[in-house]
């Protein structure tokens, strides 16, 4: 059974760090992109962040220059640093692995279970 599960979210103050990771199990993602979504109440889920197989990173241009995406391959694990967090950051923040079209689109073949992102103003 394919599992991702993320971890690391929590509630910070504007301008502070969270990193958040994102573990996968019963498959090796080593070949497929990876990215971060997120979605806040209310809105569509929307795309982060993502990083392929052979490591070119791609942002929503709201988060570039604060977020990094990163994959240790051999711990099949996929990171997501955020720094400089803005209250508009709030979110929950979703792994997902294997896109079945673009990687911006939310149509990913694995997704994780949420993990909550708070950032007080």
């Known amino acids: 059974q394919v599992q991702l599960v993320e971890s690391g979210g929590g509630l910070v103050g504007t301008g502070g760090s969270l990193r958040l990771s994102c573990a996968a199990s019963?498959?090796?993602?080593?070949?497929?992109?990876m990215a971060w979504f997120r979605q806040a109440p209310g809105k569509e889920r929307e795309f982060v962040a993502a990083v392929t197989w052979y490591g070119s990173s791609y942002y929503e241009d709201s988060v570039k220059g604060r977020f990094t995406i990163s994959r240790d391959n051999a711990q099949n694990t996929l990171y997501l640093q955020m720094n400089s967090l803005k209250p508009g950051d709030t979110a929950v923040y979703y792994c997902?692995?294997?896109?079945?079209?673009?990687?911006?689109?939310?149509?990913?073949?694995?997704w994780g279970q949420g993990t909550q992102v708070t950032v007080s103003s």
């Open positions: 997902a692995a294997k896109p079945t079209i673009r990687y911006y689109m939310a149509q990913y073949d694995y």
């Open positions: 019963g498959h090796t993602f080593s070949g497929d992109t």
